[in-house]
């Protein structure tokens, strides 16, 4: 597999988003005519995890910049609940907040407000957005959420679908 992956995105809303990865070496970068340039690093000294597409979900080891502005990221753990999958970023004095909403997507809000939903298949690193109709979208907002997306992965099974896994996992075919 390539180092740097480059997927194009065609956006609903705001046209063609270009999003850069290096996974092994822990960067997003989206891109595109008149998106904002969002750069989220992870950290070199940071502990890697296979499990976290970024490699971690400590904010401490991780950066995230919006045209050049420095945001700050709050995470959960990601491990038994869905709601432990989120991920909010403050940038610019406002709030976005992007958690699962079923195996596959993840929801964005900004400042309370349900933007959309985001999928990633992380084999092909394919993006896509559905945008809730009459949402004020910003091409920020989308930006902010293709990174999101991207570095931390869409979607987080169930509680109930993850314990029954756990204990069927070990004695199922």
């Keep these: 597999m390539p ?3 480059t997927c194009t995105v065609d956006d609903p809303l705001h046209g063609v988003v270009i999003v850069h990865t290096d996974i092994e070496h822990g960067w997003v970068e989206v891109a595109g005519d008149g998106f904002p340039a969002v750069h989220l690093r992870r950290s070199e000294t940071a502990e890697v995890s296979a499990y976290v597409p970024i ?27 869905r709601g432990s999958f989120r991920v909010d970023a403050h940038v610019d004095g406002v709030h976005y907040h992007f958690s699962p909403s079923d195996e596959d997507g993840s929801r964005l809000s900004r400042d309370g407000q349900r933007l959309g939903e985001l999928m990633l298949e992380p084999e092909t690193v394919e ?27 869409t979607g987080a099974e169930s509680t109930l679908t993850m314990l029954i896994n756990t204990v069927v996992g070990p004695f199922g075919g």
């Design 3 to 5: 180092l740097i992956q």
């Design 127 to 153: 993006l896509m957005a559905v945008w809730t109709p009459a949402a004020d979208v910003r091409p920020r907002d989308a930006a902010v959420g293709y990174a999101l997306a991207t570095a931390f992965g």
């Design 55 to 81: 490699g971690t979900r400590d904010p401490a080891q991780l950066t995230l910049t919006v045209d050049g502005t420095p945001a700050t990221l709050t995470l959960g753990r990601g491990r038994f609940t």
